[in-house]
Each structure stands twice: as structure tokens, then as C-alpha cells.
């Protein structure tokens, strides 16, 4: 009797995702604690995002593994980047390399109102 085995054949690069920040704006009541949320994620691929600020500071990184196709991150503190547009650049990679990266942005706006008479 002959033995058989098979196995998943895959070429391509993660394709066809798309991540949305859940806060917009961004204040001083929600800048520690930002998200945002996967569409079409691949499981099992694992996910590197940065997100920063067009009124500068440092950018914040981060890592992990895809568990399911619409997964939220959360937990992300952005109190260390400047007052202005945030953008979200995410990137899914798998043992074929790195696809395009998806993006998004929100504002975020944590001074207070000052100047006015």
C-alpha cells in the first residue's frame, strides 16, 4: 500500500488586509490606551507597526502574531508623540516576505485651548 502525505503550498507575500485606528480624535483621555483593528488579517502571520506624528516624537513600534483575521491591538501609548496627524503604517509578513503595508491615520489633539481673550 502506497504511503501519502500533503502539505499547503503557499508563494505570495500577505495580501489584502487593511487596519482602521478606533480612536479618532486622539485626546488626553484616550492616548494611552489607542487600537486599532485588523480586516482580512492572514493568521499565523505576524504583524510589525509603527505609528507616528507629524508633530514629531518618537515613533512607537510594535510586534506580534496574527490570531485571528479581524484582531484587535490594543494597549498602544501614543503620549510620547506630538499633537497632530497620526499615521499607522502596518505590515503582515510570512515566510514568503513582507506585504504592502497598510495605513491609516487619526488626529490627536491633547493641548488645551490657549491665546484667546
Do not use: C, E, R, W
Not at 28 to 39: D, I, K, L, M
Not at 84 to 112: F, R
Amino acid at each position: 500500500t502506497p504511503a501519502t502525505d500533503t502539505s499547503s503550498k503557499a508563494t505570495s507575500v500577505p495580501a489584502g488586509y487593511t487596519v482602521s485606528i478606533d480612536q479618532d480624535p486622539i485626546n488626553t483621555g484616550n492616548q494611552t490606551a489607542v487600537s486599532f483593528t485588523f480586516t482580512g488579517a492572514t493568521v499565523g502571520t505576524t504583524y510589525n507597526y509603527s505609528s507616528s506624528s507629524s508633530g514629531g516624537g518618537t515613533n512607537v513600534t510594535g510586534t506580534g502574531t496574527i490570531t485571528g483575521a479581524g484582531q484587535t491591538i490594543s494597549g498602544i501609548d501614543l503620549s510620547g508623540l506630538g499633537d497632530g496627524t497620526i499615521t499607522l503604517s502596518v505590515t503582515l509578513t510570512n515566510v514568503n516576505g513582507a506585504g504592502v503595508a497598510a495605513t491609516d491615520t487619526s488626529s490627536k489633539t491633547t493641548s488645551v485651548p490657549t491665546g484667546y481673550t
